[in-house]
């Protein structure tokens, strides 16, 4: 029952993040969903910071960690599954470590160059974030059969695709210049990230009722 649980929650971390990055950038009418990258919800100074810290950034780390260990109890003696299992674990303290310290800041802090140090660790810090998940993704390949491999190619496609196209606007946002559809295609990446999490949690939660 305990390792259900902790599988499970690779499911409800994947649902915390959407509803809340949704309802989170609706809140705030001075964001757009479409044009704004999720991490200037977070950036020091803005209003939304709190509320992202309260009720997304903190728990989804929290959950995602309980489904590293989900991962790790699930695989027995399969090396993939255990490795997987530490990289979610890696992936989730990083990206949580990145967003609550080291995050990015306004775009008004870019243009007048006033960036902190922590602004400055937060590229580098996502990107550990990012190669983190990515391996989990590739050794998570092999836990669910073929087709769950040949989704697993797909996603690691989609965000390499989705994190390049988002990165070609880094230098507008320098500038506080407009972004458009920055916020959809650097959330195609990251909700890529959520059903892959989603997908393997439901297939491991499926073969421990067969077993």
Request: aromatic fraction near 10%; charge should be positive.
């Given at each position: 029952?305990?390792?259900?649980?902790?599988?499970?929650?690779?499911?409800?971390?994947?649902?915390?993040?959407?509803?809340?990055?949704?309802?989170?950038?609706?809140?705030?009418?001075?964001?757009?969903?479409?044009?704004?990258?999720?991490?200037?919800?977070?950036?020091?100074?803005?209003?939304?910071?709190?509320?992202?810290?309260?009720?997304?950034?903190?728990?989804?780390?929290?959950?995602v960690t309980?489904?590293?260990?989900?991962?790790?109890?699930?695989?027995?003696?399969?090396?993939?599954?255990?490795?997987?299992?530490?990289?979610?674990?890696?992936?989730?303290?990083?990206?949580?470590?990145?967003?609550?310290?080291?995050?990015?800041?306004?775009?008004?802090?870019?243009?007048?160059?006033?960036?902190?140090?922590?602004?400055?660790l937060h590229?580098?810090?996502?990107?550990?974030?990012?190669?983190?998940?990515?391996?989990?993704?590739?050794?998570?390949?092999?836990?669910?059969?073929?087709?769950?491999?040949?989704?697993?190619?797909?996603?690691?496609?989609?965000?390499?695709?989705?994190?390049?196209?988002?990165?070609?606007?880094?230098?507008?946002?320098?500038?506080?210049?407009?972004?458009?559809?920055?916020?959809?295609?650097?959330?195609?990446?990251?909700?890529?990230?959520?059903?892959?999490?989603?997908?393997?949690?439901?297939?491991?939660?499926?073969?421990?009722?067969?077993?």
């Amino acid at each position: 029952m305990v390792r259900k649980i902790l599988v499970g929650c690779g499911i409800a971390s994947s649902v915390l993040y959407i509803a809340s990055d949704i309802l989170i950038s609706w809140w705030d009418p001075n964001y757009s969903y479409r044009d704004q990258s999720f991490s200037e919800l977070l950036a020091p100074g803005s209003p939304t910071r709190p509320l992202v810290l309260v009720l997304l950034a903190i728990p989804y780390g929290v959950l995602v960690t309980a489904f590293g260990v989900g991962v790790w109890a699930s695989a027995s003696r399969r090396r993939a599954g255990r490795i997987t299992g530490a990289l979610l674990v890696g992936y989730a303290l990083t990206g949580a470590v990145t967003g609550v310290f080291l995050s990015a800041p306004t775009r008004e802090t870019l243009e007048a160059g006033k960036e902190t140090w922590r602004n400055i660790l937060h590229l580098p810090g996502t990107a550990v974030s990012v190669l983190s998940i990515l391996l989990a993704i590739g050794f998570g390949s092999t836990l669910l059969g073929r087709r769950f491999r040949y989704f697993s190619y797909a996603t690691i496609l989609a965000i390499v695709v989705f994190g390049v196209w988002a990165g070609t606007q880094i230098g507008q946002m320098g500038k506080n210049q407009p972004t458009p559809w920055l916020g959809i295609v650097e959330r195609g990446n990251v909700y890529a990230i959520m059903l892959w999490v989603s997908v393997l949690a439901i297939g491991l939660l499926r073969a421990q009722k067969s077993e």
